[in-house]
């Protein structure tokens, strides 16, 4: 289940390759919206069936896209290359990241997330912003998923996601910097590119 989870989000990109100060329950409330409106999604009636998939695709990753910030995140996934890229290639490699993101943790959600039971044990201050922890709760399972919160225009906006210690956000880097490492950043964005032409096609059929 631990390896579905990571290798939905993050492998299926490529088909073959100071503390912030808040009011203590601020991030926490800002996890448990998206997740009781995940779950309402997933589990309303009227939504239910493969012929509504579609429409519960769009309503998740409206969901997913405003509650990410994306910026951040593609950032941290190549951090090192970062400082050499020009802005051409900063903004290219953002929006990529954001589309390729969504349409995988759109898939993570639909397949895995029903309605769950989950516990909130607490939050904590981190470097960049605050720590939501949360369990699901399973009859055979407790799975362990913290979410790294960031404020940015007065909102708590997720940054990343530990799933069972594993972080998104570094899955990720790992898997950017293979590329990388045996190509180059153009090559990096090329595949980016041929992914994301491949879900627009899909989403056009």
């Known amino acids: 289940m631990r390896l579905f989870l990571i290798l939905g989000i993050c492998v299926s990109l490529f088909w073959g390759i100071g503390s912030t100060q808040a009011r203590a329950g601020e991030p926490t409330s800002a996890v448990t919206a998206v997740l009781d409106r995940a779950m ?5 009636v009227d939504l239910s069936g493969e012929a509504k998939r579609p429409e519960r695709v769009g309503l998740i990753r409206r969901l997913i896209a405003d509650n990410f910030a994306f910026s951040e995140m593609a950032r941290e996934t190549i951090r090192g ?4 890229l020009g802005p051409q290639q900063r903004s290219e490699f ?4 954001s589309e390729l993101f969504q ?15 989950i516990e909130y044990p ?41 799933i069972d210690g594993v972080s998104v956000v ?5 898997t950017f910097h293979r590329v990388i490492a045996t190509s180059s950043f153009d090559g990096l964005l090329k595949k980016m590119r041929l992914q994301s032409r491949a879900i627009q096609d899909k989403g056009s059929s």
């Open 40 to 44: 309402e999604i997933q589990t309303r």
């Open 81 to 84: 290359s970062w400082d050499h």
């Open 94 to 97: 953002q929006n990529l990241f």
């Open 103 to 117: 349409d995988s943790y759109t898939r993570m959600v639909l397949n895995f997330l029903q309605q769950e039971n």
């Open 122 to 162: 607490g939050e904590s201050a981190e470097s960049a912003g605050m720590l939501v922890k949360t369990v699901i709760m399973r009859a055979n399972e407790h799975i362990p998923v913290d979410y790294h919160m960031v404020r940015k225009s007065g909102r708590w906006l997720i940054r990343d996601v530990d």
């Open 170 to 174: 570094e899955n990720y880097r790992d």
